[in-house]
């Protein structure tokens, strides 16, 4: 079963402006990961959080882990068309590692218009 | 390059045939191997775990005679869907349980006509 929500399930904004995106989940986790994927491929990883950790920040994204909530945020600033895909969050269980089982949130699509 | 290399990325096969995907790691060793489907628009859900030498873990639902998964060696899982038909058309895709949580496979699109 799915581990979580994702918010928005589709976001449209302008280049140059910030987009967020919002995870929940719903069990006790070890790390929570964001994956992007274009159409139709593959996913990039983009960023690892773990459980002990409440913030970190590679290049233009951000991403900040509220455990106590069970929720996530993934921040991408200054944002450019090549942005535009959709946006996975994925949590390993507590007890696991970063390379183990992954459960998916629902995605957020992101378009970005130029 | 690629790190984990997955084939065919595209297939389409008739209702009733069987398809065999293959996801190898290149410059490591991956004892565990998880598969995952997704469906269009939809999120990745996890079917299997394949461990190397032993029988594979199927997740709930998913029926383990029509997803046979081989985990032979230390670099080669299979994910064979027999007996395909139309509603298991959808990208099917690798992760190994090693290495690092960048590794995936770049996917399967299986479409069933």
């Known amino acids: 079963s799915q581990q979580g929500e994702e918010d928005p399930q589709a976001l449209s904004i302008q280049e140059g402006e910030n987009a967020t995106m919002n995870c929940s989940y719903k069990t006790s986790i070890n790390n929570l990961q964001w994956y992007r994927q274009n159409s139709g491929r593959g996913l990039v990883h983009l960023i690892l959080?773990?459980?002990?950790?409440r913030e970190k920040h590679s290049g233009r994204l951000r991403v900040t882990l509220d455990t106590s909530k069970k929720s996530s945020s993934l921040l991408i600033t200054a944002s450019r068309a090549a942005d535009t895909a959709s946006y996975f969050c994925?949590?390993?269980?507590?007890?696991?590692?970063?390379?183990?089982?992954?459960?998916f949130g629902q995605g957020t699509i992101l378009t970005v218009h130029p | 390059g690629a790190v984990v290399s997955q084939h065919p990325s595209r297939v389409i096969c008739k209702s009733g045939t069987s398809v065999k995907i293959e996801c190898r790691s290149l410059d490591f060793q991956a004892t565990t191997m998880f598969w995952y489907r997704q469906f269009p628009k939809q999120s990745l859900m996890l079917m299997a775990t394949?461990?190397?030498?032993?029988?594979?873990?199927?997740e709930q639902g998913v029926e383990k005679d029509k997803f046979l998964i081989n985990h032979a060696s230390l670099t080669l899982s299979t994910l064979t869907v027999t007996s395909a038909h139309p509603e298991d058309s959808s990208f099917y895709i690798c992760?190994?349980?090693?290495?690092?949580?960048?590794?995936f496979g770049q996917g399967t699109r299986l479409t069933v006509v």
């Open positions: 959080i773990r459980s002990n950790e």
């Open positions: 994925a949590t390993g269980p507590a007890g696991g590692t970063s390379y183990g089982k992954l459960t």
């Open positions: 992760r190994p349980g090693q290495g690092s949580e960048a590794f």
């Open positions: 394949s461990n190397e030498g032993s029988k594979a873990t199927y």
